[in-house]
């Protein structure tokens, strides 16, 4: 696969989408294809739409499944995962190299809404898409899927455990950092230690946690190397709740959502930017 390619194509995908005729969308790109007003990539995956078997994060009646993570993992692993190993070989303290991490992201990543950058409703980057921006122009634009899915990777590279969390209207990164106390940690699945990695802000630290999700229920998926296929989310979204202090009140349950829910709080990713 030539995700570091993709990068190149895209502008002339996005002008051919807004030249075509009608509602659907065409591109000349061998990366990416029109399949029923879908922008699909190399494995399959939409790129414009979160819900379904085949949406970059899978979301079904029964969970979800970030599986646009696993194009940047495993055998697939290129520029986002080699970052992250980079950042393991200069940063050999944890909690440092944690937070180095963190501050690349946040701070390389521009927040850019995605009807501003591709003139689309959604438009998904993978981490090595977005890294491979940063590597040629010292910066990348994307939203808060953008950012996650970079830090995600990038820690897995540099030895860290981590995992993506969906809330209404919002993704974000977590990584496990028991050891580290500066911040409210979160619990996956009765296993505490998980830090919030919210990189759309441009002055949060890490760990910094959006006041509502605080004693909140949200939706966690931790990443591992999978194989990339429209495969039924199934046993690996966890309930997380972050626990510690601090207030937020009554927070929301992640069972209440149903279906028609569920999609809601996808469809609004790209409109909240958290301060």
């Not at 996005?14 to 009608?22: D, P, R, S, T």
């Not at 972050?242 to 009140?249: D, E, K, P, R, S």
Request: charged share 25%; aromatic share 10%.
């Amino acid at each position: 696969m030539k995700k570091a390619a993709v990068l190149l194509v895209l502008p002339l995908l996005l002008i051919a989408a807004l030249a075509a005729a009608g509602d659907a969308l065409a591109t000349p790109s061998e990366d990416f294809r029109e399949v029923n007003d879908d922008i699909v990539d190399d494995w399959g995956i939409s790129r414009t739409r979160a819900a379904g078997k085949d949406g970059f994060y899978q979301v079904t009646s029964t969970g979800f499944r970030p599986v646009i993570a696993f194009e940047s993992l495993g055998v697939e692993a290129d520029i986002a995962y080699r970052l992250g190993e980079q950042m393991a070989a200069k940063y050999p303290d944890r909690i440092q190299r944690a937070e180095k991490i963190f501050q690349f992201a946040r701070d390389r990543v521009l927040y850019t809404s995605d009807t501003d950058q591709f003139q689309l409703d959604e438009f998904a980057q993978n981490a090595d898409e977005v890294a491979a921006a940063i590597e040629e122009n010292g910066t990348a634009r994307g939203d808060c899927e953008d950012s996650t899915l970079l830090l995600a990777v990038m820690y897995q590279g540099a030895g860290f455990r981590s995992a993506i969390s969906i809330a209404p209207g919002h993704t974000a990164a977590l990584v496990y950092l028991p050891e580290y106390k500066k911040s409210t940690s979160f619990e996956l699945a009765g296993e505490s230690g998980w830090i919030w990695a919210e990189a759309t802000g441009k002055n949060n630290p890490l760990g910094w946690v959006p006041k509502e999700l605080v004693n909140a229920e949200i939706a966690a998926y931790e990443i591992t190397a999978e194989d990339i296929d429209s495969a039924a989310p199934e046993g690996g979204m966890v309930t997380a709740v972050a626990t510690g202090g601090g207030g937020g009140g009554g927070g929301f349950s992640f069972p209440f959502f149903g279906v028609i829910g569920f999609l809601w709080l996808i469809s609004l990713f790209r409109r909240r930017r958290p301060r």
